[in-house]
T-cell receptor, first 115, second 113 residues
Framework: GAGVSQSPSNKVTEKGKDVELRCDPISGHTALYWYRQSLGQGLEFLIYFQGNSAPDKSGLPSDRFSAERTGGSVSTLTIQRTQQEDSAVYLC?????????????FGPGTRLTVL | AQSVTQLGSHVSVSEGALVLLRCNYSSSVPPYLFWYVQYPNQGLQLLLKYTSAATLVKGINGFEAEFKKSETSFHLTKPSAHMSDAAEYFCAVSGSTGNQFYFGTGTSLTVIP
């Protein structure tokens, strides 16, 4: 596709349920990031994938959060036993290559609401 | 450690007036700095970036930013605001190690007709 896509665009769930958020990066982009954007907060780094390397999971807030990237393309962020504080917009971004000066291309985000 | 601070979570300007959005950074190494814009219901998109070449960086839609090492600043400006500039603006800095980027809390720009 032309850009990064994310699904679903909105997700409402009950506390304690598991959710899966999907990200389709731009074709050919080797780097993929997940961020969390809470109201009044900046973007909080969650996890980073680069090619076939082990992901950088240093931003995951708890062991309830996990992510995978299959075949170096599509990524899924899973939140188990959701809590109300998990409510936020989850953003995915891809980059063509690794590098501190590269441009990140962001998806429109998934708005997660935990009741 | 790297970080950015955006002064002013909300900025209002009149149409045609100067836009100034402030960003100060903290970095233990020469930084790479970015400004991203998020229009309503859209993903963030790059406005401009500083990568240690020219200190005055020009971006899309008439925006520019100047890297000032002495002031540890990278403020975003536009001479004349347009209604279409109303959006959320984020400043970001590359990490010194690894591949992380650190984002500010954002500045919401309102343009008054």
């Amino acid at each position: 596709g032309a850009g990064v896509s994310q699904s679903p665009s909105n997700k409402v769930t009950e506390k304690g349920k598991d959710v899966e958020l999907r990200c389709d990066p731009i074709s050919g982009h080797t780097a993929l990031y997940w961020y969390r954007q809470s109201l009044g907060q900046g973007l909080e780094f969650l996890i980073y994938f680069q090619g076939n390397s082990a992901p950088d999971k240093s931003g995951l807030p708890s062991d309830r959060f996990s992510a995978e990237r299959t075949g170096g393309s599509v990524s899924t962020l899973t939140i188990q036993r959701t809590q109300q504080e998990d409510s936020a917009v989850y953003l995915c971004a891809s980059m063509k290559d690794r590098g501190k000066t590269d441009t990140q291309y962001f998806g429109p985000g998934t708005r997660l609401t935990v009741l | 450690a790297q970080s950015v601070t955006q002064l002013g979570s909300h900025v209002s300007v009149s149409e045609g007036a100067l836009v100034l959005l402030r960003c100060n950074y903290s970095s233990s190494v020469p930084p790479y700095l970015f400004w991203y814009v998020q229009y309503p219901n859209q993903g963030l998109q790059l406005l401009l970036k500083y990568t240690s070449a020219a200190t005055l960086v020009k971006g899309i839609n008439g925006f520019e930013a100047e890297f000032k090492k002495s002031e540890t600043s990278f403020h975003l400006t536009k001479p004349s605001a347009h209604m279409s500039d109303a959006a959320e603006y984020f400043c970001a800095v590359s990490g010194s190690t690894g591949n992380q980027f650190y984002f500010g809390t954002g500045t919401s720009l309102t343009v008054i007709p």
